[in-house]
């Protein structure tokens, strides 16, 4: 009923840039909210930064002052604008969207830090 189209990802060097773009499509009643998650093979996935719909964002520490989450409401698209990367941040980025209740989550956009 909602699917979740990731991109954006991609390798690149320490201090590089990159942004990466979500968008919603189908059944989206009550769309409030969507996120970008990552995820390392052999851990958890977790929180980067995530918006609502009013606006308000929220990001984890390791990535705040680098990264800026934003979207595109008349187009159902979030984006994460991604600066002075480091190796750290590699990982698997996934786009989640809060839908009438209901999580629903993108299949990720592989992200590559070289040092």
């Known amino acids: 009923q909602v699917s979740l189209v990731e991109s954006g990802g991609g390798l690149v060097q320490a201090g590089g840039s990159l942004r990466l773009s979500c968008t919603a499509s189908?059944?989206?009643?009550?769309?409030?909210?969507m996120g970008w998650y990552r995820q390392v093979p052999g851990q958890q996935r977790e929180l980067v930064a995530r918006?609502?719909?009013?606006?308000?964002?929220n990001y984890d520490d390791s990535v705040k002052g680098r990264f800026t989450i934003s979207r595109d409401v008349a187009a159902n698209t979030v984006y994460l604008e991604m600066n002075s990367l480091k190796p750290e941040d590699t990982g698997v980025y996934y786009c989640?969207?809060?839908?009438?209740?209901?999580?629903?989550w993108g299949r990720g956009t592989q992200v590559t830090v070289s040092s």
């Open positions: 989640n969207a809060m839908v009438n209740y209901v999580d629903y």
């Open positions: 189908g059944r989206l009643f009550r769309l409030r909210r």
């Open positions: 918006i609502i719909w009013d606006g308000t964002t």
